[in-house]
């Protein structure tokens, strides 16, 4: 589990609860409650953007919020080294040799690519294909970001469309004094609620996925370029410092492997 998405989606509620309280006590938390302003929101917001999609790519969207709790399934560093070990392999045994490494891959991308490059298969053909792969499977991330964002974009309107309801229903009943505050109050909650949808939980979670699916398109990036690289017959020791280049300074120490020198 992805610890700091968590954490960060419990810190936000903890500020928001100890800000109300702090300022209206245990006993005002109530007036922060409002089941029809939660109604013009929420609902208005999600049947928006309903309106925006198809059925199973709306619900395959709120199924997606999942995804940012998950940790990422591959390590860049420990990535590169598999495929080091895989270019020794190759080195020592030859191409067909890694037909036995890919039954045991669990990652479906690099399985494919070893699979392209063990039948044979021309370097620019195995290039292609997988860029096709690549491209598509980022359209489908980001489309997923998109409708994190499209509903973040709604939540803050629907709220303004809220507290415009509850100002008419204020300006209608203006002979009663005491009524306007209680009514002004509940108008704005609307807006409140709109904020809280945008920026406590539709932003973070387009944010988190479009950067999960940056680091998960490097990673691909590397796949290619290693397998290309170990199909071009290239140095274990080059192909290491080649896809290192994809990592931070800091990060390039942990992918290094006592093993790229057995090529040499």
């Not at 922060?32 to 309903?50: E, K, Q, R």
Request: negative net charge; aromatic residues 6%; glycine residues 8%.
């Amino acid at each position: 589990m992805d610890i700091a998405s968590l954490v960060g989606f419990i810190m936000c509620l903890g500020m928001l609860i100890f800000g109300i309280i702090s300022a209206a006590g245990l006993g005002g938390f109530g007036s922060y409650l409002d089941a029809p302003s939660a109604i013009i929101t929420f609902g208005g917001a999600l049947a928006a953007v309903m309106t925006s999609y198809s059925m199973a790519d709306y619900l395959a969207g709120l199924k997606s919020i999942k995804l940012i709790f998950k940790a990422p399934s591959v390590d860049t560093p420990d990535l590169i080294k598999k495929i080091i070990e895989l270019s020794n392999v190759a080195r020592k045994e030859g191409l067909l040799s890694l037909e036995e490494s890919a039954s045991d891959m669990d990652e479906p991308f690099l399985k494919k690519g070893i699979l392209l490059v063990v039948d044979g298969t021309d370097p620019d053909l195995v290039r292609g294909i997988l860029e096709t792969e690549m491209e598509c499977i980022d359209s489908r991330h980001k489309n997923t970001a998109s409708f994190w964002e499209t509903l973040a974009s709604m939540g803050p309107a629907w709220g303004m469309i809220g507290t415009l309801v509850g100002l008419v229903n204020m300006l209608n009943n203006m002979s009663d004094a005491s009524s306007i505050g209680p009514s002004m109050a509940v108008a704005l909650i609307t807006t409140l609620y709109g904020s809280l949808l945008a920026n406590w939980i539709c932003t973070p979670t387009a944010a988190k996925l479009k950067a999960d699916n940056a680091v998960e398109m490097m990673q691909k990036q590397v796949m290619i370029e290693g397998l290309l690289s170990i199909q071009a017959g290239e140095n274990p020791r080059v192909i290491e410092e080649k896809l290192k280049s994809f990592l931070n300074p800091k990060d390039r120490d942990t992918a290094s492997s006592s093993d790229a020198a057995e090529g040499e």
